[in-house]
Each structure stands twice: as C-alpha cells, then as structure tokens.
C-alpha cells in the first residue's frame, strides 16, 4: 500500500515535459512554459518546435511564444512561418505575430520580419494553400504590398489603415486584387449561432 501512494506522490509531483513520450504532456509543458515574459524558455520551445511531429502541439508551441512575447520570438515565428506547411500551424503564427506588441522602427528587426511574411505572401513558388487557380504576379505582389503595409502601420501606429471593428458595424477589410472595407460579411453565420454560446 505504502508502495503504490508513493508511486502516485511521485506521478502527480512529475512535471510534464517537452520531450515526453506523451502529446497531453507535451502540450502542459508548453502551457506551462508559455507565461508571459518568460523569454528564458524560448530557446527550448524553439528546439521543440523543431523537432515536434504533431501540428497541433507546434500550434501550441506558437501560441506559447506569442504570449511570452518579446524580440526573441520574433525568429521563431518567422521561420515557422516560412517552413511549416501545416495550415493550422502557419495561422497560429500569423495570430502569434499579431498579438506581439513590439516598439517599432523603419530601419529594425521588425522591417525584416515584415519583409519575410511579405515573401511568404508574395513568393510565388511558395504558395500557402495549393490550388489550381493562377493569380496574376502583379496582382499578387500589389496584395503581399498591401497586406504588408497594414501590418507595419499596424505595428508602428496601432492602426491598420480602415475603420477599427466594432460590434455595430462590424467593418473588416477584405484583402483581394482591390482590397476593400467590408460590413458585417458574415452575418448569415453570426445568427446561426444566435444564443448557441
């Protein structure tokens, strides 16, 4: 008897960690490392982002790095952006990259990142989602321009360009060959969940 509480003590005492066998372990060491300000465990989480099979434990691992926050993630982010062709994960990072609030100037670190997920956007043997249709490189490089500037003013003046959302208009901007301030697109959707929450 004395034996197996001990086992349990020492299982429930056990911290999870990013090299377990186990993804719910994985996944709670990253929750646990994922504190904001914590930028001492960016190294490790960037080495387990790396070598991580599973894209839901990446996405995870993302979304850790966007709330510790900070210039040394920034890397990160970016790489995976670039190379992890999970969509799911590549979308965490683009929402990892939004939430980080990062003092901003012309000539610094945040022109490269913004740079590499306008090449991203832009390079056109690189596509985000595989699909048949041909797209215009003018018009396709006049999108990543667009896209692009949105992100820096956003990042430099805390405004993207157009209207900011509000729950009565519900204005977003929808990027397309002429980008254009849309009103309450999804609102079809939004009332089928109607008192669903």
Do not use: C
Not at 34 to 61: F, Q
Not at 101 to 126: C, H, L, M, W
Not at 174 to 194: G, I, K, N
Request: proline share 8%.
């Amino acid at each position: 008897m004395i034996h197996l509480t001990l086992i349990l003590a020492l299982m429930l005492l056990q911290t999870p960690s990013l090299d377990s066998p186990s993804p719910k372990e994985r996944l709670d060491a990253v929750e646990a490392m994922s504190l904001p300000g914590r930028s001492e465990n960016v190294p490790a989480l960037s080495a387990a982002l790396k070598k991580e099979a599973r894209g839901d434990v990446r996405a995870a691992i993302v979304a850790g790095l966007g709330r510790i926050g900070g210039p040394d993630v920034i890397p990160v982010l970016v790489e995976s952006l670039k190379s992890d062709l999970d969509k799911d994960v590549r979308l965490q990072v683009v929402d990892s990259m939004q939430r980080l609030y990062i003092p901003v100037n012309s000539q610094g670190t945040i022109k490269t990142v913004f740079n590499k997920v306008k090449s991203v956007f832009a390079e056109p043997d690189r596509p985000l989602i595989q699909n048949p249709a041909v797209v215009d490189p003018v018009v396709n490089t006049a999108l990543a321009d667009t896209m692009h500037r949105a992100w820096v003013d956003f990042a430099t003046k805390g405004e993207p360009g157009w209207t900011r959302y509000d729950l009565d208009r519900r204005a977003v901007m929808r990027f397309d060959a002429t980008p254009s301030l849309v009103d309450d697109p999804y609102v079809a959707e939004r009332a089928m969940w109607a008192g669903l929450r």
